[in-house]
Nanobody, 123 residues
Framework: QVQLVESGGGLVQPGGSLRLSCKAS????????MGWYRQAPGNERELVAT???????NYGYSVAGRFAISRDNTINTIYLEMNGLNPEDTAVYYC?????????????????WGQGTQVTVSS
């Protein structure tokens, strides 16, 4: 199957910036859409941003204009540049990917999540 590993979380002051990375690995797989979601304590998981294999992007309303998602298809990695962070951005950020993986005798769909990385915005 496909595994996702996130990195780049941490503690940042209000107004600061962070960059998250998420790398997909596995054997014989394709990736369609990758994205970031976040979940704060007591809240539901919400969309942050997604990006397709062709580079089309979609952002949650609360981050549009502050965050930017990008993708390097050659290394199966996406990035999330987060600027203008505020305490409301504090959450665990999860990477998500969907596509196809090969399991004999054919390709099968998958949708998988990373384990999450904590982002804390506080002075």
């Amino acid at each position: 199957q496909v595994q996702l590993v996130e990195s780049g979380g941490g503690l940042v002051q209000p107004g600061g910036s962070l960059r998250l990375s998420c790398k997909a690995s596995g054997s014989m797989f394709t990736i369609n859409t990758m994205g970031w979601y976040r979940q704060a304590p007591g809240n539901e998981r919400e969309l942050v941003a997604t990006i397709t294999s062709g580079g089309d992007t979609n952002y949650g309303y609360s981050v549009a204009g502050r965050f930017a998602i990008s993708r390097d298809n050659t290394i199966n990695t996406i990035y999330l540049e987060m600027n203008g962070l505020n305490p409301e951005d504090t959450a665990v950020y999860y990477c998500n990917a969907d596509g196809l993986y090969y399991s004999t005798p054919r390709y099968r769909p998958y949708n998988t999540w990373g384990q999450g990385t904590q982002v804390t915005v506080s002075s």
